[in-house]
């Protein structure tokens, strides 16, 4: 069996002559790669941009649908073939092999489904759901017609859904009743059905019946997704739409309340987490690759659906967390179904790392080729762990960074392409063209010496988000005027002696708890909720499983009011409305907090004093209340 389009260089050679190409002639390069894919009409020109206004543009005039990219193009000769093996959250109940054949049936079907409710090109679509095939086929069928799906992470709270969607302007939501992750159930339905009061736009919800456990529906609203399923036929051209129409918005979290609704667009984003799947991951025709993301993030919607369908691969999707029923179930599932590339995070990683080696040893894990680690710098303990007790020294380790808004892998290390080097995201994939940015401004020149500073980019690629939904002069401020004339990525960097970059984290205020980014201000402003609370700061420590943990510094009103039951009533609220991961591990009462004379609070203080240190704060004469650090840091838990 062949890949239906190979994009892969398969030697270090052929990497560096396709980064060089990439760089002298990109327009050429990417055009090449293009003509692997399936379009109807051929784009007018590659690559129109300018990173003033924003403004980028790629495949112009080139019309296209991505599901027959992902679907159609394999039938005539993989129709056969595995797509997507569904494991249940309870490995008693059976797992799924859905081929490409079938899966292309039930979008198209689905399709109509979307149709037959008033849905059409350009609509958008929250899809609130758990990790079972019908969430990869109603992506696709919005994608089938030119709807642009708006996923939202199915353990979100009330009201992060409502934003998302009131954010969007969704006409339609699809969900299913609920779900158990692990022994713990899910109501999705109770829990849209109280987003639903806020969200007048949602004129229909679709919900899949996914167990048996009750749940409500509203009459003339709700659906149930097997009825409109059966009312629809099953054929569904695919509509054609422009290159340049949005896909999918996928928001992702700021450094204001208001998530950031990144929007990408079809012919650069296919082509992109195309191209990247192949090459860093380099798949053989064969092979079962998993990737243990949720499709409600990026990775899961770049590496379990568009990337590994486009390229014909077979993709494992995973309803269930790998501690139920116990710490072996992902051993478990990589031997049952021969797994060969196995992609995950590192707080997974540590998490596991902490369990009995017994769980690993049950297991017969030699089918595996490649492992893979996303979402936050991995630590070198964790790094080792993986690469003797899962990869036994075998397997090379993909450290891949990348970002929702770059849409596709960006720096990383390519299987059997270059070394694996514990904490290096290692070579730029081609296409890519990262800079550092010092201090000032300014493009930090290498010259085979170790340097370090922001990461940043400095010519478009194809999978980049276009604008922020409803908001493109946030998408500028944000991405495009810290560094003139270049994307700017939020994270530091270096780049050591032998050229390979390690990125080092987030230098603005998202903290990764778990491998969840969280904005330090929505959090904030939940603990402000509580009526004994005036004001409140957040840091990142350093924890040994979720990377980084939540540690809150609070002002009451009275001082007499602190106590250890107010502080587990400030994490409730804080968990009823921002969500469980974004509950404070560490809470301290202060009687002020260090701040600037433009009233901006010096987290740098604060993050050091929760990282445990408590001398050494550098300097401090910007603040107004020099005094308060010393307290803060006498009374640090
Ligand atoms: C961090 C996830 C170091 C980084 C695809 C980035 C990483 C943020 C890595 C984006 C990595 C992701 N090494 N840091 N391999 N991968 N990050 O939008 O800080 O959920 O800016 O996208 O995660 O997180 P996001």
Redesign the pocket.
Known sequence: MQIPNDLRFRTREAYSEAYKKSMENPEEFWGAVAEKFKWHKKWDRVLEWDFEKPEVKWFQGGKLNITENCLDRHLEQHGEKTAIIWEPNNPKDQTLHISYKELHQRVTQFANVLKQNGIEKGDRVCIYMPMIPELAVAMLACARIGAIHAIVFAGFSVKAIAKRINNAGCKMLITANGNYRGKKYIDLKGICDEALKETPSIKTVIVYKHGDKDFQMKEGRDKFWRDEVNKAKTECAAQIMDAEDPLFILH?SGSTGTPKGMVHTIGGYMIGTTYTFQNVFQPDPNDVYWCTADIG???GHSYIIYGPLSAGATTLMFEGIPSYPDYGRFWEIVEKNKITHFYTAPTAIRSLATQSLDYVKAHDLSSLKVLG??????NEEAWHWYNENIGKKNCPIV???????TGAIMISTMAGINQPKPRF?TLPLPGVQPVLMDDNGKEIKYTGKKVRGRLAIKFPWPSMARTIWDNHERYKKVYFTEFKGKYS???GAYIDEEGDYR?T??VDDVI?VSGH?LETAPVENAINEHPKVSESAIVGFPHKIKGKALYAYVILYSKEDASEELKKEIKELVSKLQGPIAKPDKIQFVTDLPKTRSAKIMRRILRKIAAGETQDFGDTSTLVNPEVVKEIADHAL
């Open positions: 992702t993030w990026i990775t680690s996303v979402g936050e710098p991995i450290d891949t960074w990348w970002q929702t808004e995201a990525s939020g994270d990125i984290g987030r990764i980014n």
